[in-house]
């Protein structure tokens, strides 16, 4: 079987750009899918640091498998770019359609939302941190699915670690990123996911400023108000996401435990079973998956034989 080349796949439209490359939709002409083929230029792979950063984003999305998470397919290499060939939504993203809705009513925000939580839970028990979880990284599907992408500075953590590396988006940053002093776990996805789901019933995020300095003395303080008018439930898991203090977080066990949450199964008729390991409701609500056990960075050497 011939190696994968440019010629297995026809390139439709760019539908995204980067710093470092672009993303076109195209077709992978033997069986007629629909893919998002994501070309990082070589030239921004000539130092170690650079390549250990996109080979470690591949293996995080090789390791990966949710039906809430962007899929990868394959990885290849051209003359000039590094090619890794995703799976592709097609409905835009999150940011493009709270923009066009101005603000999403709470029922909606619940559907999107809780897909959102359950994808990044089965992240965390992978070991993975993701660092970048905004409107802009949730894609949707034709069917109201959710799917949560850009692994770019996502990266493997173990317990306890400390981690100093500064990065995400501005408006989402976590306290404990900028005040610069280190922070473990997975605090800061939490932090973001509030910043997250504030945003889509609100329509803005709770942060605004003129200047990154003043953004950062309000992330810092951890204050905010409501412009449109919600539950009290709905403020209720945002307050206990965005709250200054790393550890005093609510986690996602008990964010798909909380009363918001599961109003929204009730509507459902949907019944909560912790025995059923398997079923997507149950992602990182009990982590009694077989794959919650596995620690990824023992096998992070097997990375360095993808093309």
């Known amino acids: ?37 994501k070309a990082i230029d070589k030239s921004y792979m000539q130092d170690a640091f650079s390549k250990q950063k996109v080979m470690q984003e591949v293996y995080i999305l090789k390791k990966i498998h949710h039906s809430n998470i962007i899929r990868l397919f394959e990885v290849f290499e051209s003359a000039k770019h590094f090619l890794l060939v995703m799976e592709y939504a097609g409905g835009g993203d999150l940011l493009q359609f709270v923009k066009k809705h101005k603000k999403l009513d709470e029922h ?27 409107l802009d990284n949730v894609l949707m599907d034709t069917e109201g699915g959710i799917k949560i ?11 306890d670690q400390i981690i100093k590396e500064q990065c995400g988006t501005p408006a989402y940053l976590a306290p404990e990123i900028i005040e610069d002093i280190g922070y473990t776990g997975f605090y800061v996805d939490l ?35 409501y412009p449109v008018k919600i539950s009290v439930e709905a403020k209720d898991l945002i307050e206990k996401m965005l709250v200054v203090e790393p550890v005093q977080r609510i986690s ?7 009363p ?48």
């Open 252 to 258: 996602i066990p008990e964010i798909l435990k909380h």
């Open 260 to 307: 918001w949450l599961k109003s929204f199964d009730s509507e459902l008729g949907i019944e909560s079973n912790d025995e059923d390991d398997d079923h997507d409701f149950q992602v990182g609500f009990s982590f009694r998956r077989q794959e919650c056990n596995f620690n990824p960075l023992s096998v992070m050497a097997g990375a360095s034989h993808l093309p």
């Open 191 to 225: 932090w973001s996911l509030g910043v997250l789901l504030y945003t889509m019933l609100q329509g803005t995020v709770p942060f605004k400023a003129s200047s990154l300095e003043e953004l950062h003395a309000l992330i810092l303080q951890g204050n905010f108000k």
């Open 108 to 134: 909606t925000t619940q559907h999107y939302f809780k897909q959102i939580v359950h994808g990044l839970a089965h992240c965390h028990c992978r070991s993975v941190l993701h660092r970048d979880i905004k």
């Open 1 to 37: 079987m011939p190696p994968t080349s440019l010629e297995f796949y026809k390139f439709v439209e760019l539908i995204g750009k980067g710093a470092f490359g672009k993303v076109t939709l195209g077709i992978h002409k033997l069986t007629g899918r629909y893919v998002a083929i």
């Open 149 to 159: 992408c850009d692994f770019g500075v996502s990266r493997l953590i173990t317990k």
